[in-house]
C-alpha cells in the first residue's frame, strides 16, 4: 500500500471513529426563554450542565436553544411532546395544572431559597409524587426563590397603614391577592416592566425578591427595601425532562445523572437565588438605600391578613386529595428549618 493510500485508510478509520464517538454521546437540548444573562442561567442552569457533563463524564450534554420553542404555559407541553428534551417553567403560569405547588406560594413559607426548596421536593415526594401533576415528562427538580420582599420609590414601609392605597406592582395570582390584602393599590405587571413602572411613576412600590434591585437595574428608582421574615410572597419553579429523552440516557451513566437531579437540583435552584439576593442586598446597603426589617407588629398584621390564602389551598387539596394540607405546610416548616441548621 502507497504512502498516500495508507494516510487515507488512516483518516477514513479515525473518521469512523470520530463518527462513533459521536454518536455515543447524549445531546440533551434544553430550552431557555429568558436571556441567558438572568441568574437562572448564570447561577443554576449552566453550573449544572457543567455537573452533568462531569458526574457522566461527558457521555450526556446538555445544550441550550437560543430561542424559545414555545411560550412560557407551554413549556410541559413541548418537553412532554419531544420538540426539546428538557426546561424549567413556573407552576403559577397553569396553577389549575398543579394544585401542590400552592403551598409554596404562601406568605411566610421561606427560610432561604435553598433550604425551602430541599423542603418543597421532600414534601412533593412524600405527599404528591403519586398525584401525577406532571403527566407526560419527568420531573427532575423543583425550586423557590428567596423571600420576597417590598421596594419602594421614597416611603419607607413601617407600618401596615403606609399600605392603604401604595400603588404597588405585583407579578399576578397569589401576588395580587396579597397586595389587595394588604390595602395596596394592586398594578398587577410581570417583574420585567418593575423598572418602566417605576421610571413613568405608574408605581410607587413594588414586591420583589432582593435580586431584583441588580437585575432588573432599579437602582435610580428604587431607596427603600423591607425585609419581611418568611417572605410576603414565593414562586414555584420545576424542571423537567421528556421521557423518552431520559431513557436515551446510557444506563451506564444514568445513576450518575440522577444524583444531580432531585434534591441535589432543587437545592442548586434555591441556592443560584439566594447567591444573587445577598449581593444585591450588599449593593443596596452600598448605594445608601434604606432596609428596614418588618417589626413583629406589622409581620403579625401581615400574616393576619393573609391567612385565607393558607385557609384557601388546604381546603383546595382537602376537596381534591382528601389530603390534610396543615400537615404539609409542618412538614415543609420542620425540614427547612431542619436543613438550615
Request: glycine share 10%.
Given at each position: 500500500m502507497t504512502r498516500h493510500l495508507r494516510t487515507t485508510a488512516l483518516a477514513a478509520a479515525l473518521g469512523v471513529l470520530t463518527v462513533a464517538n459521536a454518536s455515543a454521546e447524549t445531546v440533551l437540548t434544553f430550552n431557555w426563554a429568558i436571556p441567558?444573562?438572568?441568574?437562572?442561567?448564570?447561577?443554576?442552569?449552566?453550573?449544572?450542565?457543567?455537573?452533568?457533563?462531569?458526574?457522566?463524564?461527558?457521555?450526556?450534554?446538555?445544550?441550550?436553544?437560543?430561542?424559545?420553542?414555545?411560550?412560557?404555559?407551554?413549556?410541559?407541553?413541548?418537553?412532554?411532546?419531544?420538540?426539546?428534551?428538557?426546561?424549567?417553567?413556573?407552576?403559577?403560569?397553569?396553577?389549575?395544572?398543579?394544585?401542590?405547588?400552592?403551598?409554596?406560594e404562601l406568605p411566610f413559607m421561606t427560610t432561604t431559597g435553598e433550604a425551602t426548596s430541599v423542603a418543597y421536593w421532600r414534601a412533593f415526594q412524600k405527599y404528591f409524587a403519586d398525584k401525577?401533576?406532571?403527566?407526560?415528562v419527568k420531573l427532575i427538580g423543583l425550586y423557590v426563590h428567596s423571600p420576597g420582599t417590598v421596594m419602594a420609590r421614597d416611603k419607607v414601609l413601617d407600618?401596615?397603614?403606609?399600605?392603604?392605597?401604595?400603588?404597588?406592582?405585583?407579578?399576578?395570582?397569589?401576588?395580587?391577592?396579597?397586595?389587595?390584602?394588604?390595602?395596596?393599590?394592586?398594578?398587577?405587571?410581570?417583574?420585567?416592566?418593575?423598572?418602566?413602572?417605576?421610571?413613568?411613576?405608574?408605581?410607587?412600590?413594588?414586591?420583589?425578591?432582593?435580586?431584583?434591585?441588580?437585575?432588573?437595574?432599579?437602582?435610580?428608582?428604587?431607596?427603600?427595601?423591607?425585609?419581611?421574615?418568611?417572605?410576603?410572597?414565593?414562586?414555584?419553579?420545576?424542571?423537567?425532562?421528556?421521557?423518552?429523552?431520559?431513557?436515551?440516557?446510557?444506563?451506564?451513566?444514568?445513576?450518575?445523572f440522577d444524583s444531580v437531579t432531585g434534591e441535589y437540583l432543587s437545592a442548586m435552584g434555591g441556592r443560584g437565588f439566594d447567591t444573587v439576593s445577598a449581593s444585591a442586598l450588599e449593593a443596596m446597603k452600598a448605594d445608601g438605600r434604606t432596609v428596614t426589617d418588618a417589626d413583629p407588629a406589622l409581620v403579625a398584621e401581615m400574616q393576619a391578613r393573609t391567612q385565607f390564602l393558607a385557609d384557601e389551598w388546604k381546603a383546595l387539596v382537602k376537596d381534591k386529595y382528601g389530603m390534610d394540607g396543615q400537615e404539609v405546610i409542618d412538614f415543609i416548616r420542620a425540614e427547612a428549618a431542619a436543613y438550615a441548621k
Open positions: 441567558p444573562t438572568h441568574l437562572m442561567r448564570t447561577e443554576i442552569f449552566n453550573p449544572w450542565a457543567a455537573k452533568v457533563a462531569e458526574v457522566t463524564g461527558g457521555e450526556v450534554k446538555v445544550e441550550f436553544t437560543t430561542t424559545s420553542m414555545g411560550p412560557p404555559p407551554r413549556q410541559l407541553d413541548i418537553v412532554r411532546d419531544g420538540v426539546v428534551d428538557l426546561a424549567w417553567s413556573v407552576h403559577g403560569y397553569t396553577p389549575e395544572r398543579f394544585p401542590h405547588a400552592g403551598v409554596s401525577d401533576e406532571h403527566k407526560g407600618s401596615i397603614d403606609d399600605f392603604n392605597g401604595l400603588l404597588l406592582r405585583s407579578g399576578g395570582g397569589l401576588q395580587d391577592k396579597v397586595s389587595a390584602a394588604l390595602g395596596a393599590a394592586v398594578v398587577s405587571s410581570p417583574a420585567p416592566t418593575t423598572y418602566e413602572l417605576l421610571a413613568n411613576g405608574v408605581v410607587e412600590a413594588t414586591l420583589m425578591t432582593p435580586d431584583g434591585y441588580t437585575s432588573f437595574n432599579l437602582k435610580d428608582h428604587i431607596n427603600t427595601q423591607l425585609l419581611v421574615p418568611g417572605g410576603l410572597f414565593n414562586s414555584s419553579f420545576y424542571v423537567m425532562i421528556n421521557e423518552d429523552s431520559y431513557n436515551r440516557i446510557p444506563e451506564s451513566v444514568r445513576a450518575a
